[in-house]
C-alpha cells in the first residue's frame, strides 16, 4: 500500500507511521528523519540544509524530491510505503506523481493548541530517532532512551519560535495540498487526537485492513 501522511507539525504521523509499519508491513519514509540523519553524518546534504530544518523553514523543492528519487530506488518501497513529511508542497505533489502511484493521503486534523503542547513536550533518541513526550509517552527513566540508556534530546525546532514559524510555514504552503489530494479523491481525514493505540486502529480500519 503506498500512503502519504499529511498534517501539520506534531501531529503525530512519526509516531503512527511507526506503529502502521510494522502492522503494513511496509517502509517509514521520513523526510525530517532523513534530513536529521544527514546533519548527523555532516554530510554535504546535512551541512547544506542544517539551519534550514532549525529555523522550521523548508528544504528546497529540488534538494527534497531528489532525496526521495534516490530513497525509492531502495527495494524496499516496491511493495509499498508510509511517506511522512513529503510532500509538502504542490511541486513536491506532482513530483511524487510521476515517481509513484499514491493510493490513500492520510489528513492528519488536529487543533493548535494540542500541537504545541506535543511538540514543546517532545523528546528524541538521537541515534534511533525514537520519539517520546514528557507527559504524554514518558521513558522509564527521566531524560534517558529506554533502549540504549543515552541522554534524549530535544528537537532544534521544538523551540518555541521555530514551532510558531513551522505552523506558519505549514498553513502556507502544505495545507493547499489537502485540497489538492482531494479533488484527486484521494484523501481520508483521520482524528489525530485520542490515544495513538485508537488512532492506528481507526487508520486501520478506514484503510480496510
Ligand atoms: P519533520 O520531521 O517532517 O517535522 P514535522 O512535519 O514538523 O513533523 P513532526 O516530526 O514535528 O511531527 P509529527 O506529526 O511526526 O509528530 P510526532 O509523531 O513526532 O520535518 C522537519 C523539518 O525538515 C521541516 O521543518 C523542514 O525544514 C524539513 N523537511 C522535512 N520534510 C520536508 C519536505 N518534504 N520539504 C521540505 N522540507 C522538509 O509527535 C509529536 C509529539 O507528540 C511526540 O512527543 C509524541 O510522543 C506526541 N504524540 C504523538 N501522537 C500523540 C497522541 N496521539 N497523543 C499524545 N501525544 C502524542
Redesign the pocket.
Known amino acids: 500500500m503506498n500512503l502519504v ?1 499529511l ?12 506503529l502502521a509499519k510494522e502492522r503494513l508491513g511496509v517502509p517509514h519514509i ?7 540523519a544527514a546533519i548527523k553524518q555532516e554530510t554535504e546534504l546535512g551541512k547544506q ?1 542544517k539551519s ?2 532549525a ?7 529540488s ?2 524530491v531528489e532525496m ?1 528519487r534516490q530513497r525509492f530506488e531502495n527495494s524496499d518501497t516496491d511493495n509499498g510505503f508510509i511517506l ?6 504542490i511541486t ?1 505533489a506532482d513530483a511524487l506523481a510521476e515517481m509513484r502511484k499514491i493510493e490513500y493521503v492520510i489528513n ?1 486534523q488536529i487543533g493548535r493548541d ?1 500541537i504545541v ?3 514543546s ?4 533518541a538521537k541515534s534511533s530517532g525514537k ?7 514518558p521513558p522509564k527513566v527521566e531524560g534517558i532512551d529506554d533502549e540504549t540508556g543515552e541522554p534524549l534530546i530535544q ?1 532544534e ?2 523551540k518555541e519560535e ?1 514551532i510558531l514559524n ?1 505552523l506558519e ?2 498553513e502556507r504552503q502544505t495545507e493547499p495540498l489537502i485540497s489538492y489530494y482531494r479533488e484527486k479523491g484521494l484523501l481520508i481525514d483521520l482524528d ?5 493505540e ?2 492506528i486502529e481507526a487508520l486501520l480500519k478506514v484503510l480496510g485492513q
Do not use: C, W
Open positions: 501522511f498534517g501539520p507539525p506534531g501531529a503525530g504521523k512519526g509516531t503512527i507511521a511507526a521520513s523526510t525530517g528523519d532523513l534530513f536529521r540544509v534550514i530544518l529555523s522550521g523553514e523548508l528544504v528546497p523543492d534538494v527534497t526521495v511522512d513529511g513529503f510532500p509538502r508542497t513536491q492528519f494540542e503542547k506535543r511538540l513536550g517532545r523528546r528524541m520519539i517520546y513526550h514528557i507527559i504524554y509517552n528537537r525546532d521544538d521555530a513551522r510555514v505549514y489525530a487526537k485520542g490515544k495513538p485508537s488512532i
